[in-house]
Nanobody
């Protein structure tokens, strides 16, 4: 089985910073893309940032210049440094990994349970 476990959410004032971490564990053969999504109240889940195993990154326009995604391939971890947080960043943040495990014959997406980030004004 594969598990993604997030940590680092919480309450912060606008303008502050938080760092989210996610660790993937289990019968993992290869991780392709790792990233973070968020679901704001009343909204659909959306991509925040993602990174490939080769280090390419992709960010939502709304977080460019404020958030930074980083990854440690050896440890199967991905982090999201969030700076200059705004109230509209309030959401449940989900870790996502597209990976191949030893129990399947194909890569598929796995999700963490989510961590709540609340930004007060």
């Amino acid at each position: 089985q594969v598990q993604l476990v997030e940590s680092g959410g919480g309450l912060v004032q606008a303008g502050g910073s938080l760092r989210l971490s996610c660790a993937a564990s289990g019968s993992i053969l290869r991780i392709n893309t790792m990233g973070w999504y968020r679901q704001r109240p009343g909204k659909q889940r959306e991509l925040v940032a993602a990174t490939t195993s080769g280090g390419a990154t992709n960010y939502a326009d709304s977080v460019k210049g404020r958030f930074t995604i980083s990854r440690d391939n050896a440890k199967n971890t991905v982090c999201l440094q969030m700076n200059i947080l705004k109230p509209e960043d309030t959401a449940v943040y989900y870790c996502n990994a597209d990976l191949l495990s030893s129990t399947t014959l194909y890569s598929m997406a796995y999700w963490g349970k989510g961590t709540l980030v609340t930004v007060s004004s």
